[in-house]
């Protein structure tokens, strides 16, 4: 379980109201390492199928070997949280700059008036191109940092180093600070990774920095994925 505030006030996700918001290793089961065949010289150049033919061992290739234990790949669009006191869901709300067209959105906001951009964002990011989880179900780090900054390059977002994180029962996070081009505001996030999709969990106030932060720990915290 990542740890609340200190992650969560520093990671992404920018939320405003209606139009101002808005953030493979090749699996093998050996080493690679196996010699190539030999065959008995024939004339056909390959392996005799008679007696008496040898050769060393065949490469398999990578995509056709046994992972030695395919990792649990969380179900994104399956995950639970619980909804922090003194904030309700609410309607109205967009990204500034999404990572894909493909989302759902939830927005939590504090139940007593505020500024209107004291909010906290749900975004489940569906049919995310990159192939972000190997065929043995661990994440590729390398290619979420890809992401990430073609993320940051195409929306014009100012982003701090990510740290890796788990939330839920160990599932794969990233956090960063962000600032967008032309506001003021600095926007903290998790983004947990999936099998081609993501879920970013965002939070941005003006004023209220304390009860936005602990209302995301809240649901950073209580993430459960099925």
Known sequence: MMTATARLSRAVAVIVLA???????????????????????????????????????????PQLRECEDRGDVPDLAAATWTNPDGFDEEGGYTQIAPITESRTDTYLVPSSPGTGIEIISLVHYTDVPEPLVDACGVVDRKAVELLLDRWHREGDITATAPEWA????????VTEAQQYAGY??????????GEG???LIGCQWVTSEVEVTSGCDTVVDSLAFG
Do not use: Q
């Not at 788990?166 to 996070?173: I, T």
């Not at 003021?184 to 990774?193: E, K, N, Q, R, S």
């Open 19 to 61: 139009g101002l918001l808005a953030p493979l290793a090749a699996c093998s089961g050996n080493d690679g390492s196996d010699p190539a065949p030999t065959g008995s010289p024939g004339t056909g150049g390959g392996d005799s199928g008679g007696d008496g033919a040898s050769g060393g061992p065949r490469t398999v290739p």
């Open 166 to 173: 788990e939330v839920g029962n160990g599932v794969a996070a």
């Open 184 to 193: 003021d505001f600095i926007v903290a996030a998790t983004l947990v990774i």
């Open 197 to 199: 999709e993501l879920l």
